[in-house]
């Protein structure tokens, strides 16, 4: 994650993970039960493109996953894609995930 993002928090609302950054947020549409988190769609808005923004809030949505001591089922093609270039992260993904030995 680059520097800039390390102190910005995370919030959680009902449907989302996001981070606020100069007043335009990235995001992961979410789904959870009470052992796992499936991360449906991450997006950041366009004045973000390019900044990184996408890829932290991934990974401060990882490190809350992880804390929470839940199982990651990542449907997102973004979350999926990180996952494979952090291959460290395939430690909170459900082995059960149906594209899990494709990480």
Not at 21 to 47: C, K, M, W
Not at 56 to 79: D, F, R, S, W
Request: aromatic share 12%; proline share 6%; with cysteine.
């Amino acid at each position: 994650m680059k520097p800039e993002f390390e102190n910005i928090p995370l919030v959680k609302t009902e449907k989302r993970f996001e981070i606020e950054v100069n007043g335009h947020f990235a995001f992961i549409d979410y789904r959870e039960t009470s052992h796992q988190i499936a991360l449906i769609h991450t997006e950041a808005e366009p004045e973000l493109a390019g900044t990184g923004a996408a890829a932290a809030v991934v990974e401060k949505t990882l490190v809350y996953i992880e804390e929470q001591g839940k199982k990651l089922l990542p449907y997102c093609p973004y979350v999926f894609a990180y996952i494979q270039k952090h291959p460290e992260w395939k430690r909170i993904v459900d082995e059960k995930f149906n594209g899990y030995d494709k990480l």
